[in-house]
């Protein structure tokens, strides 16, 4: 092994502009990085790194590391829909195979089945679902026009809908009560966009409940259309027009939950205000409509019309955080919350079956997994001095977060030990980065 | 001389005795008599006496605003805190004895036993916010203060020269009123929240609604201007100027509510003694509060942890944190006010303030959908976290029995703070009568129905839902001869 001290590393660097599309990142006190192949870290503190800037793996002094970030897989990963939070912040993904009064037996893609004393556990949440899509089009020039004869003037190209003035189409779909509406909208000169979702598609003047989505030159609202008076009423506004956007380009992405009245608008990937519905009773159609309003010799366009799952039940509940340190606590996905003791976790078909034991029931309650949104356990003694952090974070690409108070690699593998759980070893390819606080103290290295 | 000297004595004594009179009767017109209530009789006829008249006076009570009880104190204060509240507006203190599918029964804490129709009640209170009442009101006007810029520290009496230039909350019965005039005088109650309070009032308005309310205030005052400060506009501060908010409120929350969305700001004087405003919420949430002109609102803080949460008409709104409680190290020095304020902050736009509930808080947020829903009863333990839905179906050996979708329960009564049934179960309230009267409670609760004989002591009323029953008025601070089925109108036959 050859040590290369780090300044003639930066010079080769300054002179040679080297780009690597599948290398790992080193990140070094200061502003210096290196590029390359991670090899080894070992339990004495030294990394190595593999770089074809030099002949010799790189050896650095992990006290010096601040971040690692790894090459991303070829193929992503499907992150588990469960998360575990443990009792020190770290998080988990992976499924529930059992518990009982003791442990969580959790199966997680990267480190295998985990076996989790119950008092490093802190809460566990079901149905975290990356949304699932499940209209992704325009498909071809068909799709928004077969079987629909008020539809006029929209062209399809290159997997989009476009038009050089009016056109107007439509579409049914089996609308979810959540679900999210993304589509993208181009133009040439001027934007006059409308488009209405939730929509019952009759074919009559009459009024209906409806949203609309409005984007011209006086800005973005979306409108809730009611059958009786007032017909119109407003639910959110952007005051940009489309001459702020220089690109002549605007992604929209809605999400709707009809459950809760709510509409959420994100413009270009940023989240930009919720709406609420004024109305009682909300849309239950599943019609969307796409109409170009701008004049004749106005190019217009809508591409990456995509609709997709959406459930923000989870993420509600965990807000309510621990209702009870001295009691278990389940929330259903119908809102119901229950203090009691989790007696067990047992697989059963279709779903796991959660033994609840609650004060006002002879016997345990039996709930399916399905029914299940998040769970709190009881937590140890929180008038105790925390413990002092770990000098290691690790991030993997299943989302999962574990701290580490020592950690070695390989070419295939790490292991780390975890102060609650002790050693893990995981593929080294489910990490996607390492941080590294140089002032913390290493513990002893892992056995 | 002497019959002079006589006539002014004897009328000092009947201004005295007018004075010492435990009652106060005030008319649809404005005009108000000291007094004792002493009957009520069919017809609407009511006997009122004074020591200066010779015989007792009959008053019509369609002409009666309401009579107000020994200055607005109970005899003898309701010795429990559950209730009943019913479809149509009544919260009748007592506690339950049966229930089936049909009906419900209670003790009254005022008279016999009464069994209503299941579809009448909307809510059965047994253990209200865990039993940890504060206040409830307003029933008179102790303990409320109203403060401007111009009068920091408090209005001074009202003189016929401020009429168009200090405005003022009038008490009316058991609400205040913001008449809509000459802007800027707030409304305070110090020293009323604990430290994790929930606190639950109904706002009636006309217009548009647009009203600062602010909790956990400590009141502090800012410096007085120097003379080397900008001066201000004569007109002082325009109405919606958020620079007065600090000065009125000192340290606070402050939580604006429009007709469409709602604003939260943590407002301080700094250790220059001048105001400042800090938005808790970067974009106004919006809300759905509808066309009615009527509103209920509900405020939960935790002022150790910064955590506030809002319902409105019983609906879930939104959670805030806030930024300051979450900084690293020692809890920083957050709102340690306990006092509440309210604000009308446009034009022309009256606003009412009625049943004012101050509670204590377990401090634990809940992010439920709502408190009530259309096809289930929630039924919300004294814990403050647990929440079931189901059907309830019997109580029996004094255990609500739940059937929910997950299994039976049998949960203790004691243990249950409130039940909410399903609102597509419940019936639509009767028109009362035109004779109705509503006899209210303290700390809170209410009955009403046709009265028929009744005296000082006790009022039997009539009622389609539940009969006849009889109104111990130990614990009545009001009788109100004309509730308002519609404010608005209430309001324009007083402004």
Redesign the interface.
């Known amino acids: 092994m050859q040590t290369i001290k780090l300044t003639h590393l930066l010079l080769l660097l300054s002179s040679c502009a080297i780009h690597s599309l599948a290398a790992d990142e080193v990140s070094l006190i200061g502003d210096s990085h290196l590029t390359g192949i991670l090899s080894s870290l070992s339990e004495s503190g030294t990394l190595e790194l593999s770089s074809p800037l030099a002949p010799e793996p790189i050896s650095l002094k992990l006290n010096q590391v601040t971040q690692l970030n790894f090459t991303p897989p070829s193929e992503p990963h499907q992150a588990p829909s469960t998360r575990l939070e443990l009792a020190n912040g770290d998080l988990l993904m992976g499924s529930v195979e059992s518990l009982d009064l003791q442990s969580l037996i959790l199966q997680t893609p990267e480190a295998g089945p985990l076996s989790l004393p119950r008092h490093a556990l802190k809460s566990l949440q079901f149905r975290i679902h990356e949304p699932e899509t499940f209209y992704n089009g325009p498909l071809d020039g068909n799709d928004w026009s077969q079987n629909n004869p008020s539809s006029k003037n929209w062209y399809f190209n290159d997997q989009a809908l476009f038009s050089d003035g009016p056109a107007t189409s439509s579409k049914v779909f089996d609308l979810p009560e959540r679900f999210t509406f993304k589509f993208t909208l181009k133009w040439e000169f001027t934007a006059n966009f409308l488009i209405t979702f939730a929509d019952p598609l009759t074919q009559t003047p009459d009024p209906v409940n409806r949203y609309l989505f409005i984007f011209n030159g006086a800005g973005l609202e979306i409108k809730r259309e009611a059958a009786s008076p007032p017909r119109f009423q407003t639910?959110?506004t952007r005051s940009r027009i489309p001459d702020q956007y220089p690109s002549k380009t605007l992604d929209v992405e809605i999400r709707v939950d009809r459950?809760?009245?709510r509409l959420y608008l994100y413009l270009n990937g940023q989240p930009e205000?919720?709406?609420?519905?004024?109305l009682p009773q909300v849309p239950t159609s599943g019609g969307i409509t796409l109409v170009n309003r701008a004049q004749a010799g106005s190019r217009q366009e809508i591409r990456a019309i995509q609709l997709l799952t959406f459930d923000n039940t989870a993420s509600?509940?965990l807000?309510?955080?621990s209702?009870?340190t001295t009691l278990d606590?389940l929330i259903?996905r119908?809102?119901?919350?229950?203090?009691g003791q989790l007696l067990s976790i047992r697989p059963s078909a279709p779903a796991k079956i959660f033994s609840f034991k609650?004060a006002?029931?002879d016997l345990p309650?039996?709930?399916s997994e399905e029914?299940v949104s998040t769970l709190f356990f009881t937590q140890p003694d929180t008038t105790a001095p925390p413990a002092p952090p770990s000098p290691y974070l690790i991030h993997l690409w299943d989302m999962s977060t574990l701290s580490a108070d020592s950690c070695s690699f390989t070419t295939e593998q790490v292991t780390l030990s975890h102060p609650l759980l002790g050693p893990i070893t995981l593929r080294r390819t489910s990490i996607s980065s390492l941080e590294h606080h140089p002032t913390k103290t290493l513990n002893p290295p892992v056995e | 001389m002497i019959l002079r000297l006589t006539l002014l004595g004897f009328f000092q004594i009947a201004l005295l005795h007018a004075a010492e009179s435990p009652d106060l009767l005030r008319f649809t017109n404005g005009d108000q008599l000291h007094g004792t209530f002493q009957a009520i009789h069919p017809g609407s006829l009511i006997t009122w006496l004074r020591e200066d008249l010779s015989e007792p006076v009959v008053f019509k009570s369609n002409l009666l605003r309401h009579i107000v009880l020994r200055q607005g104190r109970p005899a003898q204060p309701l010795a429990s805190l559950a209730s009943v509240s019913l479809i149509n507006g009544d919260r009748i203190p007592g506690m339950l004895t049966a229930l089936n599918e049909s009906s419900i029964t209670l003790q009254t804490s005022f008279g016999d036993a009464l069994t209503i129709p299941r579809d009448q009640v909307s809510m059965l209170a047994p253990s209200p916010t865990g039993g940890r009442l504060q206040y409830y009101g307003p029933f008179s006007e102790d303990g409320w203060k109203m403060v401007s810029p111009a009068f920091p520290d408090g209005l001074p009496p009202p003189s016929p020269e401020e009429a168009e230039s200090v405005g003022r909350w009038v008490f009316s019965g058991a609400s205040w009123i913001w008449p809509g005039k000459i802007p800027n005088t707030a409304l305070l109650r110090e020293n009323t929240l604990p430290a994790r309070s929930i606190i639950r009032f109904d706002l009636d308005w006309k217009n548009q609604l647009f009203v600062a309310i602010a909790f956990h205030a400590d009141f502090t005052k800012p410096k007085p201007p120097s003379p080397d400060d900008p001066p201000r506009r004569p007109g002082g501060f325009t109405p919606g100027d958020p620079a007065v908010l600090p000065l009125l409120f000192g340290n606070s929350y402050v939580l604006q509510i429009f007709t469409t969305h709602i604003s939260l700001f943590r407002t301080s004087i700094n250790k220059d003694g001048k105001g400042a405003i800090d938005r808790i919420q970067l974009?106004g949430?919006?809300?759905?509060i509808?066309d009615s002109g009527k509103a209920s609102v509900e405020i939960r803080c935790n002022r150790p942890s910064g955590e506030i949460a809002l319902f409105i008409n019983g609906e879930f709104v939104v959670?805030w944190s806030d930024p300051a409680a979450m900084q690293p190290g020692p809890a920083p020095d957050l709102m340690k006010g306990n006092g509440l304020g309210f604000l009308v902050q446009t034009n022309e736009a009256a606003v009412k303030l009625s049943d004012l509930m101050i509670a204590e808080w377990n401090g634990?947020?809940?992010?439920?959908?709502s408190l009530q829903v259309d096809e289930q009863d929630i039924i919300l333990l004294a814990?403050g976290?647990?929440?079931?839905?189901g059907r309830v179906t019997a109580f029996e050996n004094d255990q609500i029995h739940v059937a929910?979708?997950?299994?039976?329960?049998?949960?203790p009564l004691a243990e249950i703070a409130e039940i909410r049934f399903a609102k597509n179960h419940l019936s639509t309230p009767a028109e009362p009568s035109p004779e109705n009267l509503t006899i209210r409670f303290s700390p809170f609760g209410q009955i009403s129905g046709a009265p028929l004989t009744g005296s000082s002591s006790a009022i039997p009323l009539k009622h389609p839902a539940y009969g006849e029953t009889t109104v111990r008025l130990d614990s009545a601070v009001m009788l109100e001869f004309h509730p308002p089925l519609n404010s608005i109108e209430d309001w324009d036959a007083d402004h």
Do not use: W, Y
């Open positions: 639910i959110l459950r809760n009245s205000v919720t709406g609420i519905d004024p509600r509940h807000a309510e955080k209702p009870n606590s259903t119908e809102d119901d919350r229950f203090s609650t006002f029931q309650l039996a709930i029914d | 974009n949430n919006p809300i759905r509808g959670q634990m947020p809940d992010s439920a959908r814990n976290t647990d929440r079931f839905s929910a979708k997950l299994g039976n329960f049998q949960i």
